[in-house]
């Protein structure tokens, strides 16, 4: 069983920054893809960037430029850094580890 634990959520005002954090339970981060989803109210959870094996990423549109999310192997952790944050930002941030691991959620408020 893989346990993924969030951390660096938080509240920020626009413009600012805040770094995510998940560390899994044990070492599958070498073999798996993982990323971050988000998940505003009342609407669906969507991916926010996502990291291959192979290091390759992908953004959503809505934060090129102003997210960058990276892995660490070596502490089973993947990192999203958040910088010129947006009120629309404002979500519950999920972190994924393919096929199906979900954190539990961290929640992310970006004041105007």
């Known amino acids: 069983q893989v346990q993924l634990v969030e951390s660096g959520g938080g509240l920020v005002q626009a413009g600012g920054s805040l770094r995510l954090s998940c560390a899994a339970s044990r070492s599958i981060f070498s073999t798996n893809a993982m990323g971050w989803y988000r998940q505003a109210p009342g609407k669906q959870r969507e991916l926010v960037a996502l990291?291959?094996?192979?290091?390759?990423?992908n953004y959503a549109d809505s934060v090129k430029g102003r997210f960058t999310i990276s892995r660490d192997n070596a502490k089973n952790t993947v990192y999203l850094q958040m910088n010129s944050l947006k009120p629309e930002d404002t979500a519950v941030y999920y972190c994924?580890?393919?096929?199906?691991?979900w954190g539990q959620g961290t929640q992310v408020t970006v004041s105007s």
């Open positions: 990291v291959t094996t192979l290091g390759r990423t």
């Open positions: 994924w580890v393919s096929p199906l691991y």
